[in-house]
């Protein structure tokens, strides 16, 4: 079972900043499109945003132009910009990978919680 391993969860205040990370064996990150999605309490799981392996990126209307996506190639990681953090954002997110061989991997989630 391959591992997608998340770090950079915390508690932040509104308006402030999180940075999100996923590293993923190379096979995977080079041949999937990977995305972050995220779920709070009581709701279902939501695609927050995702970059394809040509580096083209989509975002939900909610987090368009508060978050980036992007990829690192030299570590096989993609990282999660989350800016002016509003409360609505707290969920657990979670990472993915959909493989062009049509296999789907999860990370184990990273909660973000923003508050004052």
């Known amino acids: 079972q391959a591992q997608l391993v998340e770090s950079g969860g915390g508690l932040v205040q509104p308006g402030g900043s999180l940075r999100l990370s996923c590293a993923a064996p190379?096979?995977?990150?080079?041949?999937?499109?990977m995305g972050w999605y995220r779920q709070a309490p009581g709701k279902q799981r939501e695609l927050v945003a995702a970059i394809a392996t040509g580096g083209s990126p989509s975002y939900a209307d909610s987090v368009k132009g508060r978050f980036t996506i992007s990829r690192d190639y030299a570590m096989n990681t993609v990282h999660l910009q989350m800016n002016s953090l509003k409360p609505e954002d707290t969920a657990v997110y979670y990472c993915?990978?959909?493989?062009?061989?049509?296999?789907?991997?999860w990370g184990q989630g990273t909660q973000v919680t923003v508050s004052s």
């Open positions: 993915n990978a959909a493989a062009t061989w049509g296999a789907a991997y």
């Open positions: 190379g096979n995977i990150f080079r041949n999937s499109v």
